[in-house]
């Protein structure tokens, strides 16, 4: 088996094209084992050079809001009152371990991605 490491785009590219050859391969094949390594290879090359980052918290919560047609009323019996469902959409206030805790078990959000929150937006004072 002459595999290389994935150096360049070059190189991963050409490792991605081998890999969609062999997709059908069968396992505990040598073209099975060629797979697997590939894929090993281009996975780690992808982490380095196309790393994907966590949604923060807000985007989490609305992505799921999407995902299962929930509404601001489902979010209440877990954050609380309907203005604080909104000051937390709005990033005005960031959330509680409560929070986090309950929108991770009721709605299954990343506890990941609850926990990185952008800092609150400042309240404007009236002039």
Do not use: C
Not at 12 to 33: C, F, H, N, V, W
Not at 43 to 60: G, Q, S, T
Not at 86 to 103: A, D, H, S, W
Not at 109 to 119: D, N, V
Request: no cysteine.
């Amino acid at each position: 088996m002459d595999i290389k490491p994935i150096k360049t785009r070059t190189d991963y590219r050409a490792a991605l094209k081998e890999i969609e050859t062999l997709m059908s391969a069968a396992p505990d094949t040598p073209e099975g084992d060629r797979l697997d390594v590939l894929v090993t290879l281009a996975e780690a090359y992808e982490r380095i050079h196309f790393p994907m980052d966590l949604p923060d918290a807000v985007d989490a919560i609305r992505f799921r809001m999407e995902q299962q047609g929930l509404t601001v009323e489902d979010l209440e019996r877990v954050i609380g009152r309907r203005n604080r469902v909104y000051e937390i959409l709005n990033r005005k206030r960031p959330l509680t371990l409560r929070m986090i805790q309950g929108l991770h078990a009721t709605f299954g959000i990343p506890a990941e991605s609850l926990l990185k929150q952008r800092r609150p937006k400042p309240h404007r004072r009236a002039a």
